[in-house]
């Protein structure tokens, strides 16, 4: 690509899609972002006032539960993160090490096919898995183990445990294509030299992969602090997180004034991320680009 | 017993006796995997099991929970639903997305590291509050909840993955090739049709089948979309599992797994599955 030359006729196949996301993405966040300063809708209700009411509700927390439902939404989608990131590396560096094109093509398949299953569905698995009466607990009682059944549903730990599950193949896949590009031979000279497997990990292939890290992180929590399904299911009344806050708004409540007001906050939350994550990715190419 | 068994299964080159770190190593990421297959593979247990709650261990094979899902008015109407709609998803975003990123790979445009991020933006953000805005939008304007608006909404959330694989075809073939076509005579309308078209298929191809998986698997987009006689399969089984579980929704989710599967052999075949690994 030479910068500076004209756009070709072909630039203007971009046209239906810059149509459908001014109309149907941009526009309507627009909407979302103007409704939370009203105290109604303009359009069919002409004593409808613009206020910032929506946005003192949640700030000064009068019901005493929305700054916990921003807590509980950012130390889930946290604790989320680690554990995808803990659980995500191995896979990660194991596929991106594997010899065998067989082997890398079935991980592969293992790690996208949960992807390819809805989020409905898989949390319904893991209700059936982690329910008083769910997989686990009925071998632990059977084994005589516990007396009673385990609390591994209807609070944080379940809510975790699926969101773990849903969202782990975008941190593999997110660190596979950075590990893979760590040149293997580094670790190996570490290790002709005299460090131990683990020290070469640790001091050589471990900090390369960092941005792919922060990377997969970012995308990870940027997914669980959106997740509505899983932490209305598994959660029930136990847990309470920001887009749970904004369908009760929308669906009980019907006050799309105060959901768009929660939407805003969240909106700005994953902005931060967004952006973090593409400066990421953008040094991420720079320094593959030089190599 | 005593052969070697590590020689067919050995990533490593260097060849050892037996080692302890390396099998530590090979049963965690089994165990991972395990961790990631096992509950699809438990789903399919209590699809079969006929006892009428979710129960462990298993008592028998039934068809029973299949029958009354396939023989469920609502789950029906809404298998039809998400199926027709995700297959008008399938088209549009097949048609916008692939136009897209032939526009962004070979247009001149100016500032396209940025319009490509911009296309990448639905996927990036909370797709509840895509559904939300355009919730907001409808309610504005006054069109209520159509169903054209639910496609819509869901073509939005499925081009980018359109985008994404046409790109990734679009930056791994040789341009040479069309420029050969064109010193040999070609007009660029005939490159275009007979070179760039046929080379970007397969890409195109296997992002609309990703189009139709995020589109017939949607559920946070769809929430506050639809209209409660025309709800999405998604939305009727949360809504079912919030006051039953019994293996109905294990059968529906079977039948939503197998979809998905079939889908991934037919990625496969298209385009290979390591497009999907740049993300």
């Given at each position: 690509m030479i910068s500076g030359a004209r756009p070709s006729?072909?630039?203007?196949?971009?046209a239906p899609a810059a149509l459908l996301f001014v109309l149907f993405f941009v526009l309507p966040f627009g909407v979302m972002a103007m409704m939370s300063f009203y105290s109604g809708n303009p359009v069919t209700n002409p004593n409808a006032f613009a206020t910032t009411r929506h946005y003192e509700r949640f700030i000064f927390d009068t019901a005493g539960i929305y700054h916990e439902a921003l807590w509980s939404t950012l130390s889930i989608g946290l604790v989320t993160t680690v554990v995808s990131l803990l659980i995500g590396y191995p896979l990660a560096h194991w596929m991106a090490r594997m010899q065998s094109r067989l082997g890398h093509a079935l991980v592969l398949m293992a790690v996208i096919a949960p992807m390819l299953t809805g989020i409905v569905v898989r949390t319904f698995a893991w209700m059936t898995i982690l329910q008083d009466k769910g997989v686990i607990n009925t071998l632990l009682i059977q084994w005589g183990l516990t007396d009673k059944p385990l609390p591994?549903?209807?609070n944080e730990f379940g809510t975790v445990v699926a969101l773990v599950h849903i969202y782990v193949p975008f941190m593999v896949l997110t660190l596979t294509g950075v590990i893979g590009r760590i040149d293997e031979r580094l670790e190996q000279a570490a290790r002709s030299l005299g460090a131990g497997r683990v020290r070469a990990f640790v001091e050589v292939t471990l900090p390369l992969s960092l941005p792919g890290i922060l990377a997969g992180s970012l995308l990870v929590f940027a997914l669980s602090i959106s997740a509505y399904v899983t932490p209305s299911l598994m959660g029930g009344t136990n847990v309470l997180t920001l887009p749970m806050l904004i369908a009760q708004q929308v669906?009980?409540?019907?006050?799309p004034n105060f959901a768009g007001a929660l939407g805003v906050i969240l909106l700005l939350v994953s902005l931060a991320i967004v952006v973090a994550y593409n400066r990421i990715l953008a040094r991420l190419s720079g320094e593959q680009g030089m190599a | 017993m005593s052969a070697p068994m590590s020689a067919p299964m050995s990533v490593v080159a260097n060849k050892r006796p037996f080692d302890v770190g390396h099998a530590a190593y090979l049963a965690l990421n089994a165990l991972l995997l395990t961790f990631l297959l096992a509950p699809i593979a438990i789903v399919l247990v209590f699809a079969l099991?006929?006892?009428?709650?979710?129960?462990?261990?298993p008592v028998g094979v039934s068809l029973r929970w299949f029958e009354k899902f396939f023989a469920g008015t609502e789950f029906m109407n809404a298998l039809w639903l998400s199926l027709w709609v995700a297959s008008v998803v399938l088209v549009l975003s097949i048609l916008i997305g692939g136009a897209c990123a032939l526009a962004l790979a070979r247009?001149?445009?100016?500032?396209r590291a940025f319009l490509t991020a911009f296309f990448m933006s639905p996927l990036m953000l909370p797709a509840i509050l895509t559904g939300l805005a355009l919730f907001q939008a409808y309610l504005l304007s006054g069109i209520g909840r159509p169903v054209w608006g639910l496609i819509l909404a869901h073509t939005l959330v499925a081009v980018p993955y359109v985008i994404r694989t046409t790109l990734a075809v679009l930056h791994n073939f040789d341009r040479r090739i069309e420029e050969a076509a064109a010193v040999l005579g070609a007009s660029p309308a005939r490159v275009f049709f007979e070179v760039t078209l046929p080379l970007i298929r397969p890409g195109v191809f296997a992002g609309g089948v990703f189009a139709f998986i995020v589109s017939f698997d949607q559920f946070p987009v769809s929430l506050f979309l639809v209209v409660p006689k025309g709800e999405t399969l998604p939305v009727v089984l949360f809504n079912y599992m919030k006051f039953d579980l019994d293996g109905a929704i294990a059968a529906a989710s079977m039948v939503s797994i197998l979809l998905a599967l079939s889908v991934v052999l037919v990625l496969e075949r298209l385009i290979g599955l390591k497009a999907y690994v740049k993300l």
């Open positions: 006729p072909i630039a203007w196949l971009v591994l549903m209807y669906g009980t409540s019907f006050n | 099991n006929p006892t009428p709650y979710i129960s462990f261990p247009g001149n445009l100016p500032g």
